[in-house]
């Protein structure tokens, strides 16, 4: 079975940077995208940020210019690099990875979250 562990989640000040990573039990290159989502209390789950196989990537307009995502698929990690934190940042970030079969089955796998708080 596919496992996705977070990790680098933490309490942060506001302008400060934080670092998640996503390791996987398989190769990132297995999967047809991964990508990182969060959810704040009594908010709805968002998609955070994206990278797709060939390393297409998207994100949030929220999250833009202050977020990276990427992937080394050597190491079956993902990252999220996030800079200029703000309070509204805060919440539970989880990793997904999706991948799809050529029968097309569709699948997704999630990480058990790791905690973000953005406060001064």
């Known amino acids: 079975q596919v496992q996705l562990v977070e990790s680098g989640g933490g309490l942060v000040q506001p302008g400060g940077s934080l670092r998640l990573s996503c390791a996987a039990s398989?190769?990132?290159?297995?999967?047809?995208?991964m990508g990182w989502y969060r959810q704040a209390p009594e908010k709805q789950r968002e998609l955070v940020a994206a990278?797709?196989?060939?390393?297409?990537?998207n994100y949030a307009d929220s999250v833009k210019g202050r977020f990276t995502v990427s992937k080394d698929n050597a190491k079956s990690t993902l990252y999220l690099q996030m800079n200029s934190l703000k309070p509204e940042d805060t919440a539970v970030y989880y990793c997904?990875?999706?991948?799809?079969?050529?029968?097309?089955?569709?699948?997704?796998?999630w990480g058990q979250g790791t905690q973000v708080t953005v406060s001064s």
């Open positions: 997904n990875a999706h991948k799809f079969t050529s029968w097309g089955a569709e699948y997704d796998y």
């Open positions: 398989r190769s990132a290159a297995s999967f047809n995208a």
């Open positions: 990278i797709t196989s060939s390393g297409r990537t």
